[in-house]
């Protein structure tokens, strides 16, 4: 069974361009989560989904990030301008919800020139 | 609100030798108390978890965490290390209301060296 797949697994991007992630979960599961992780840093969430409600995204920067999961399946993950401070891994990990095993992807390694 | 310190960012240690990655925690609320493990240029993965129950869990590559109320802890243990357990290894909490929402540490590097 294949895994949460990302895409793409490094882009690099001057700053002040968009740029955008994609993210498809593990076929079945209806939680996605996207995570910022900064170098040396754990995980952080930034948003989740439930299907194709975001139930949290309190710590989504929303001047400047925006995610989708129109039909709850696939999700992107956009920011529009990128900042160098936003040069991180992104990370996608997906569950069948309700304190189920979160699965996660490789991961988008952006860097920010 | 939770939050995770790992105290060590980075444990050397040689092959066959034990090891302790070290882990606690601050909440005002109960807890589950999680340790995933990311490979080199592979995504996390779950090494082991606890929920509730006994206190000491296990994971199926000899790892073993024991959840520590008292100290607020959930130390990670095993007794002889491989060259293939060279990981960055996550401490994590989440809140028992709130599962969904995982609470990472900042990782610490095991290397070991044969």
């Known amino acids: 069974e294949a895994g949460v797949v990302q895409s793409p697994r490094y882009k690099i991007i001057e700053k002040k361009q968009p740029v955008a992630f994609w993210c498809n979960p593990i076929s079945g599961h209806n939680t996605l989560y996207w995570y910022l992780q900064n170098l040396g840093q754990g995980p952080e969430l930034l948003i989740r989904y439930e299907n194709e409600e975001a139930v949290d995204d309190s710590q989504l920067p929303k001047d400047r990030f925006s995610a989708e999961r129109l039909k709850g399946v696939d999700s992107t993950l956009k920011i529009q301008p990128a900042e160098l401070g936003d040069s991180a891994v992104y990370l996608c990990a997906s569950s069948e919800g309700h304190s189920s095993e979160a699965f996660f992807g490789q991961g988008t390694r952006l860097t920010v020139v | 609100a939770q939050s995770v310190t790992q105290l060590d960012s980075q444990v050397p240690v040689f092959e066959e030798a034990p090891v302790e990655l070290r882990c606690n925690y601050s909440?005002?609320?109960?807890?589950?108390l999680f340790w995933y493990v990311q490979y080199p240029n592979q995504g996390l993965q779950l090494l082991l978890k606890?929920?509730?129950?006994?206190?000491l869990v296990e994971s199926i590559n000899g790892f073993e965490a024991e959840f520590n109320k008292s100290q607020t802890s959930f130390h990670l243990r095993k007794p002889s290390v491989h060259i293939s357990d060279t990981a960055e290894y996550f401490c994590?909490?989440?809140?028992?209301?709130?599962?969904?929402?995982?609470?990472f540490g900042t990782g610490t590097r095991l290397q070991v060296f044969p």
């Open positions: 909440s005002s609320v109960s807890v589950y």
């Open positions: 606890y929920l509730s129950g006994s206190t």
């Open positions: 994590a909490v989440s809140d028992r209301k709130d599962t969904d929402k995982l609470i």
